[in-house]
């Protein structure tokens, strides 16, 4: 799961820029659903269609630490829930209050767009692109344009030629198709670079992973090469990264020289070139600013008083978190056996003094690019399964979960196919492994000859192959099923003198526009493939929603269930819901609940605490609230960006405290983002600590030197439950319902008590005002915005 969440983590600034920049799609879709549904006479069928695209849509934003209109889309969802189950027009009253939550929604989205950052991303980037007829990269151009790129098209090289004799482009985008056209575009290239002009960044873009075109692009000078299956934002953000690098995040460099005016010399080089220093004259205080400070890269004298370079690089290199760090050395040692001593304890490079500005700044930049492109290529795993040659499954959520986000209602139509190969398990019984993968390898060739470039084939389990392809109708999609199912079934696999037949049930689901999540796209199109098996197999289903999907909250069989939060977890399907708190302090910063929560296969949203009960019982609790801290830590990390001061309250349980790796991951997670834990505001249930107070109380200890605030929830207000708050260290309580309806005196000595302590109460959640005494608002610190609306005179 760790792994999965890390690739998803990786991507999600990438994919919030995507999504912000259809988000106005979106709303105008709703706004079209919502005025269909009043003017006409009241439909319940477009009002669940309404109520679908607004719970979607307040998954995906919440999920981008959208809190503002995650929190306004929530309101609606549960508003718009109450009335799924009449089929009469609502009161006036109830439809203006709707248009106003609608029109506060569009306040938030246009308050998204004044902050909206990296809007001009390609700064203005003039882009020529020498494509072949069939485009091998079908929505790059308008991806391009919406960073801000102008991109001038071209079909002929010398078509081109005649427009870079009038203005040169900061780049060149050809497709290797065309590579035999274009020595007159070369001869003038290198004209330009006898003349010391500038010339373009060439890029180049292949259907092939062929060696010889590699060679030739890298010999003509390319500057980059990306082969398909193309993940368009992510090659539309390398795109402009390479023609135009981004330095917005400025290198930070650690100099550790013992000598002021070297240190204050290599400071004001690095300066000059945008880099951000700090200089550290005493070697023996280098780690506490280490953690402080987080370079890209260490320029670290060679020989100083107190702690040498050689002595303190082996100390940084013993730290996990330090050790791909950049080390260059400065000194004026000249003996070549003394500089490999310093380089074989983990130094990276050598400069020698007296320094040279261009040769300083030049190792500097190589060396932290060099560790940037690293500590990525590491973090990617192998897209490919090596059996069927296809992609991973993995690679294959990831690519779904893009498009989806991107998708919009003038795209093409997005399908996803998924192919069970029905009788592959007789087939095991009567042959060996060998044969079986010779077979998938086969299996894979041929769904590879079929598929174009852009479309993702992978490898879904033992027995099912998924596909993500786009075509114009969906027709076309339907086309390409059914060539698949021909090709897979009507020739017999020959494997060792075997003649082997498969089956396939092909199952397509189309997104036409939904915001659909891609583990729900997947379930549909599995759902659709089990339909084929049902009816005999050897054929193609097209999912049809029809009207199975429940329009209410039910309770899920218990296996579905544990298999969902399983999938949830692999699939980083679960979606975010976030509540509004207030708190009753004066210019106090804005509270926000995380609650997670998942939709089944038949449409129904899983409820935070079926849950988290599933999770339990199959022993993946812990994991479950993992996933929640991290996303409450990257909410907090968006809003610190967006200087806006925010706290996040997520409840946790005793399973936390027993998984032993928690405390460092929180405080990776939190020395990542340079964050302290100031902000979020953990909750575990008071009785569940109590079997463990002591592991409990230093579990709580090391959270509150982070910064963290720690709420004890179902306070009972008793003695008992007044002895193990004071034992713990909490500084936040949460009631229990029980003492909901207490007298006056009951509750004035409790927060009394509470507020001598320092400690704050929070308030319980309630459906209505009138289930909670108003002397509780009156005491409370924290509390759901609707009671401090109805508190009234309190």
Request: proline share 4%; with cysteine; glycine share 6%.
């Amino acid at each position: 799961m760790s792994e999965s969440n890390n690739i998803q983590k990786q991507n999600i600034g990438e994919l919030k820029q995507v999504f912000l920049r259809h988000l106005p799609e979106r709303m105008t879709a709703i706004d079209d659903v919502w005025r269909s549904l009043t003017s006409d006479d009241w439909d319940s069928d477009k009002l669940f269609r309404l109520f679908q695209r607004i719970q979607d849509l307040a998954g995906a934003s919440s999920r981008f630490g959208l809190v503002k209109v995650s929190e306004t889309l929530y309101s609606m969802e549960t508003y718009l829930g109450t009335l799924l189950d009449t089929d009469r027009k609502p009161e006036t009253e109830v439809i203006s209050h709707l248009n106003e939550s609608l029109m506060s929604l569009h306040d938030a989205v246009d308050e998204l767009g004044k902050n909206k950052t990296g809007a001009n991303k390609g700064n203005g980037c003039l882009l020529h692109y020498l494509r072949h007829a069939q485009d091998i990269v079908p929505s790059l151009i308008q991806t391009l344009e919406a960073e801000n790129c102008q991109v001038l098209t071209f079909n002929q090289a010398d078509d081109l030629l005649g427009e870079l004799e009038k203005k040169l482009p900061d780049g060149l985008l050809i497709d290797c198709q065309l590579l035999a056209q274009l020595k007159p575009i070369f001869d003038e290239l290198e004209r330009l670079e006898q003349r010391d002009i500038e010339k373009p960044k060439l890029i180049f873009l292949s259907r092939s992973n062929e060696l010889e075109l590699r060679l030739q692009a890298m010999r003509i000078g390319a500057v980059g090469y990306f082969t398909s299956p193309f993940d368009i934002p992510n090659l539309t953000g390398k795109i402009l990264q390479l023609v135009k690098p981004d330095r917005e995040k400025t290198y930070r460099v650690l100099i550790v020289e013992d000598d002021p005016s070297q240190a204050d010399f290599a400071a004001a080089i690095l300066r000059k070139a945008n880099i951000e220093t700090l200089a550290v004259t005493d070697p023996l205080k280098v780690m506490d600013i280490l953690d402080q400070f987080r370079p890209d890269l260490i320029l670290m004298d060679l020989y100083m008083p107190g702690a040498n370079g050689i002595e303190l690089t082996s100390i940084i290199r013993e730290q996990e978190e330090f050790v791909s760090i950049p080390i260059v050395f400065l000194s004026g040692e000249q003996n070549a056996d003394k500089q490999l001593d310093a380089l074989s304890v983990g130094g990276d490079d050598f400069i020698s003094k007296p320094i040279r500005p261009r040769h300083l700044v030049t190792t500097v930049n190589n060396r932290i690019q060099r560790a940037r492109h690293i500590s990525s290529a590491q973090s990617t795993p192998n897209q490919r399964d090596p059996v069927t040659g296809l992609y991973t499954r993995r690679f294959f959520f990831m690519q779904l979960d893009r498009q989806l986000v991107s998708a919009s209602p003038s795209t093409q139509i997005l399908g996803v196919f998924y192919i069970e190969l029905g009788n592959l398990s007789e087939i095991r019984i009567s042959t060996n492994e060998t044969q079986i993968n010779r077979l998938l390898g086969q299996l894979g060739s041929r769904i590879a000859g079929l598929v174009e470039p852009q479309d993702v084939a992978a490898r879904n389990s033992d027995d099912s192959i998924l596909l993500l392809a786009n075509r114009p109708h969906t027709k076309n999609l339907e086309a390409l099923a059914e060539a698949i199912r021909k090709t897979i079934s009507d020739t017999p696999f020959d494997i060792e003198g075997l003649k082997l037949r498969l089956e396939p049930s092909i199952g397509i689901s189309f997104n036409n526009g939904h915001d659909r999540s891609s583990s729900e796209m997947v379930t549909r199109s599995s759902l659709a493939s089990a339909n084929a098996q049902a009816a005999g197999g050897n054929r193609t289903v097209v999912f049809n929603e029809g009207r199975h999907v429940q329009k209410k909250n039910a309770q899920t069989s218990d296996i579905p269930l544990e298999e969902l939060v399983r999938k949830g977890l692999e699939e980083n399907a679960f979606q975010l819901v976030i509540l509004p708190l207030a708190s009753t302090e004066q210019q106090a910063c804005i509270f926000h609940e995380l609650l997670p929560r998942i939709r089944s296969e038949q449409g129904e949203t899983v409820p935070a605490e079926q849950i988290l009960q599933t999770a339990k019982r199959i022993d993946r609790l812990s994991d479950v609230e993992r996933w929640l801290c991290g996303e409450a830590i990257s909410i907090l990390d968006e809003r610190r960006h967006e200087g806006r001061q925010t706290s996040i309250v997520i409840h946790q349980s005793a399973a936390s405290i027993e998984d032993m790796g928690r405390l460092q991951w929180i405080r990776d997670q939190l020395r990542r983002r340079q964050l302290v834990g100031t902000g979020l505001y953990m909750e575990f249930d008071l009785a569940d600590l109590a079997f463990d107070l002591k592991r409990s109380k230093a579990f709580i200890r090391a959270l509150r030197e982070m910064g963290i605030n720690i709420s004890l929830a179902r306070f009972l207000g008793n003695d008992a439950a007044f002895k193990v708050l004071n034992y713990l260290g909490a500084n936040f309580i949460r009631l229990s319902k029980k003492l909901l309806h207490s007298e006056e005196a009951t509750i004035a000595g409790i927060t009394s008590k509470l507020h001598e302590s320092h400690i704050k109460i929070i308030l319980p959640r309630v459906d209505k005002p009138d289930q909670i005494a108003p002397a509780w608002i009156h005491h409370a610190d924290i509390i759901q915005p609707d009671l401090q609306n109805n508190s009234g005179g309190s």
